[in-house]
C-alpha cells in the first residue's frame, strides 16, 4: 500500500489552489516568497519604474506558484463542506 504524500502546501478548503502552507518546508518557502517581494520593493520601488516592478513580482510570482505544483496537494475546485437544508 503506498504512503501517503506529506504535501507542504494543501488544496484550499473553498475554492481553488492552496492554502496555508502544513509543513515547515512550505513555510520556508512562503517565507522566501515574502522577503522577495520586499526585496523587490527595495530594488525597483512601483513609482521608478512601474514596468521592471511588475516583472519581478510576476517572477517570484510564477516560481512560488511551480513550487506549490510541484510539492503541494493536487489543486481542485472546492465548495467546502456541504450545506446543511433548514430544519
Same mark, same amino acid.
Given at each position: 500500500?503506498?504512503?501517503p ?27 522566501? /516568497?515574502?522577503?522577495?517581494?520586499v526585496?523587490?520593493?527595495?530594488? /525597483? ?32 475546485w ?8 433548514d430544519?
Amino acid at each position: 500500500m503506498p504512503r501517503p504524500r506529506n504535501y507542504w502546501f494543501p488544496a484550499k478548503r473553498h475554492g481553488w489552489g492552496w492554502g496555508v502552507p502544513s509543513a515547515w518546508q512550505g513555510w520556508v518557502v512562503l517565507a522566501l /516568497y515574502l522577503a522577495a517581494i520586499v526585496g523587490i520593493c527595495v530594488m /525597483y520601488p512601483p513609482g521608478a519604474g512601474v514596468v521592471r516592478f511588475l516583472v519581478a513580482v510576476a517572477a517570484a510570482s510564477v516560481v512560488l506558484t511551480v513550487v506549490c505544483w510541484i510539492t503541494g496537494e493536487p489543486p481542485r475546485w472546492s465548495w467546502g463542506e456541504a450545506r446543511h437544508r433548514d430544519r
